[in-house]
C-alpha cells in the first residue's frame, strides 16, 4: 500500500509544480491548497520536494464523489445509445437530411460516419415504393402508432424499414407524405 501512496504523492506534487509553473495558482487551489500551503512548495529546495514525493505517509486523499460519477455513467450511457441509434439509421439508409433533422448532423458528418461505417450510397434516381409497398407501410404505421403507448416515430419508422426491407427514407418519405415525419 506504500507504493500505492508514494505514487499518488508523486503525482500531485507534480501536478501542482507543473501548474504553478504555468502561473495557474487557481488550480493549485481547486486541488486544495491554501495561499501559504502554495508559497511554501514554491521556495522549497528539490531535496525537499523529493521527500515530499516519496514519503511513505500518504498526504494525498482520493476520494470519489458518487452524484457526479453517477452522473457521468449516465450521460455515457446516453452517448452510446444515441451513437447506437445514429448507426442503425445509418444503415437502414438513412438520408442526409433525416441525419439532420433527428440528430443534428450536418452532411458533411453523416457522409464520414457513412464512409467509416462501410455503407454504400447509391448514385441516380431514387427507387420509389410500389403501390402495395406504400400500402403496407402506412397501415404497418397506423398499427405501431395505435398500439405503443410509449410511442417513438423514429424507432417505429427504423422498425419498418427492417420489416418491410426498404430504406428509412423510403419510410420517412411515405409517412411524411400521409401525415408528417417525426424530429
Given amino acids: 500500500m506504500?507504493?500505492?501512496?508514494n505514487l499518488l504523492n508523486h503525482a500531485m506534487l507534480n501536478q501542482v509544480l507543473h501548474?504553478?509553473?504555468?502561473?495557474?495558482?487557481?488550480?493549485?487551489?481547486?486541488?486544495?491548497?491554501?495561499?501559504?500551503?502554495?508559497?511554501?512548495?514554491q521556495s522549497l529546495p528539490p531535496t525537499t520536494l523529493s521527500h515530499l514525493a516519496h514519503s511513505n505517509i500518504s498526504?494525498?486523499?482520493?476520494k470519489v464523489d458518487i452524484t457526479v460519477l453517477r452522473r457521468l455513467i449516465s450521460q455515457a450511457e446516453r452517448d452510446e445509445q444515441n451513437e447506437r441509434l445514429i448507426n442503425r439509421?445509418?444503415?437502414l439508409g438513412a438520408s442526409s437530411s433525416i441525419m439532420?433533422?433527428?440528430?443534428?448532423?450536418?452532411?458533411?458528418?453523416?457522409?464520414?460516419?457513412?464512409?467509416?461505417?462501410?455503407i454504400e450510397t447509391h448514385r441516380?434516381?431514387?427507387?420509389?415504393?410500389?403501390?402495395?409497398?406504400?400500402?403496407?407501410v402506412w397501415q404497418r404505421w397506423c398499427q405501431l402508432r395505435d398500439d405503443?403507448?410509449?410511442?417513438?416515430?423514429?424507432?417505429?419508422?427504423?422498425?419498418?424499414?427492417?420489416?418491410?426491407?426498404?430504406?428509412?427514407?423510403l419510410v420517412w418519405q411515405q409517412i411524411d407524405l400521409y401525415g408528417g415525419a417525426p424530429c
Fill in 89 to 91: 439509421a445509418l444503415k
Fill in 100 to 118: 439532420y433533422r433527428c440528430f443534428g448532423l450536418d452532411h458533411s458528418e453523416t457522409a464520414l460516419r457513412r464512409r467509416v461505417l462501410k
Fill in 2 to 5: 506504500g507504493t500505492t501512496f
Fill in 148 to 169: 405503443d403507448q410509449h410511442f417513438d416515430p423514429l424507432d417505429a419508422m427504423m422498425m419498418l424499414a427492417e420489416e418491410q426491407h426498404i430504406s428509412l427514407t
Fill in 19 to 41: 501548474e504553478l509553473r504555468h502561473g495557474r495558482v487557481q488550480r493549485c487551489r481547486a486541488l486544495g491548497l491554501g495561499d501559504e500551503d502554495i508559497e511554501v512548495l
Fill in 59 to 62: 498526504w494525498v486523499e482520493v
Fill in 124 to 136: 441516380g434516381r431514387p427507387v420509389q415504393l410500389s403501390e402495395a409497398q406504400e400500402h403496407a
